[in-house]
């Protein structure tokens, strides 16, 4: 049975830093491409960025610059640093998993709340 489990959420003030983490079991945690996705309040799901199973990177414009993805395939573990926080950061993040070569995120976490307010 596949599972995402995401930590590391938690209340910032703006231009402050927060580490997500994405840790993944049931799978062959090196075949998958990850993502992250993030929702807010009346908003609709988008998407944040992704590293892929060779390693590169991809980013939404909206956080170009100011977050980083990188995996431990050792740890089976994602993560999501996101520096510069803003208030329009705050939502619930998601991380995702695709096999490689696959359009479609099969797999999904349970979310965890980001909130940057003073």
């Known amino acids: 049975q596949v599972q995402l489990v995401e930590s590391g959420g938690g209340l910032v003030q703006p231009g402050g830093s927060l580490r997500l983490s994405c840790a993944a079991s049931?799978?062959?945690?090196?075949?998958?491409?990850i993502a992250w996705f993030r929702q807010a309040p009346g908003s609709e799901r988008e998407f944040v960025g992704a590293?892929?199973?060779?390693?590169?990177?991809y980013f939404a414009n909206s956080v170009k610059g100011r977050f980083t993805i990188s995996r431990d395939n050792a740890k089976n573990t994602v993560y999501l640093q996101m520096n510069m926080l803003k208030p329009e950061d705050t939502a619930v993040y998601y991380c995702?998993?695709?096999?490689?070569?696959?359009?479609?995120?099969?797999?999904w976490g349970q979310g965890t709340q980001v909130t940057v307010s003073s």
């Open positions: 995702a998993a695709r096999q490689t070569g696959k359009s479609e995120y099969d797999y």
């Open positions: 590293i892929y199973r060779s390693g590169n990177t």
């Open positions: 049931g799978l062959t945690f090196s075949n998958y491409d």
